[in-house]
């Protein structure tokens, strides 16, 4: 499993933790976001949502582990994509259910909220739950098949009510888009020449040709 950690700003200083809780985990960990607070561009919640949902979508990731100050700006952010199903996770049982429950492909963290002794150590447990127990083996056991029925309709409604990716990023706002396309090593990861998907990879080639960010207001 290739799992990519997507830190922002408020939470750059914890990417260090992550790290090492992801040490020894047996899966390859791409460190895509920020690494340390400041920097250009800073990366806020708004934009390592669409990063997940960038490298979940081209398959470059197969989990995302993002964050923010209490878990909740990123959660809501990268669930504006089809395809994302992101848990925040506070705790070691979170992680545990949110598997075996919901089968996810991402998690929020909050990584300020909250955050104090021994929280590194409780990161560590957390990915010892989350990747420790088959995605989707149902809690308790007997709800197995209706959880998976609730999976596959969520899904189903999730593509119902999503544009497709190359209509979301024909659309986007520069100042949410660029700061992605710009921030250092994202773009040769995505590798837009090797995407599986035609018209995905034409609308970010187009928009990446064309950067001239508009601030937000």
């Not at 340390?36 to 949502?49: A, F, S």
């Not at 075996?100 to 929280?119: E, K, P, T």
């Not at 056991?141 to 969520?154: D, N």
Request: proline residues 6%; contains cysteine; charged residues 20%.
């Amino acid at each position: 499993m290739k799992i990519a950690i997507v830190n922002e700003t408020s939470s750059a200083d914890k990417n260090v933790h992550i790290l090492s809780a992801l040490q020894d985990i047996g899966h390859v960990v791409l460190n895509c976001g920020m690494t340390e607070k400041g920097g250009d561009p800073e990366l806020q919640y708004i934009h390592t949502g669409l990063m997940a949902a960038l490298l979940l979508e081209s398959g470059r990731a197969d989990f995302v582990v993002g964050s923010c100050g209490t878990g909740q700006g990123f959660l809501n952010a990268v669930m504006q994509y089809p395809g994302v199903c992101c848990g925040h996770i506070l705790s070691p049982l979170d992680a545990w259910l949110f598997t075996q429950i919901n089968g996810g492909n991402c998690i929020s963290l909050a990584l300020n909220q909250g955050y104090g002794w021994a929280s590194d150590v409780n990161l560590r447990f957390i990915f010892d739950r989350l990747f420790g127990v088959e995605p989707g083996a149902g809690y308790p056991p007997e709800r197995k098949e209706p959880q998976a029925r609730s999976r596959t309709a969520l899904s189903e409604i999730s593509g119902l009510v999503h544009h497709s990716f190359p209509e979301i990023i024909g659309r986007l706002p520069d100042y949410v888009l660029h700061p992605v396309l710009r921030y250092p090593g994202f773009l040769e990861l995505i590798d837009i020449p090797g995407l599986h998907d035609d018209a995905f990879g034409e609308a970010l080639s187009q928009r990446a040709r064309n950067e001239n960010p508009t601030p937000a207001e």
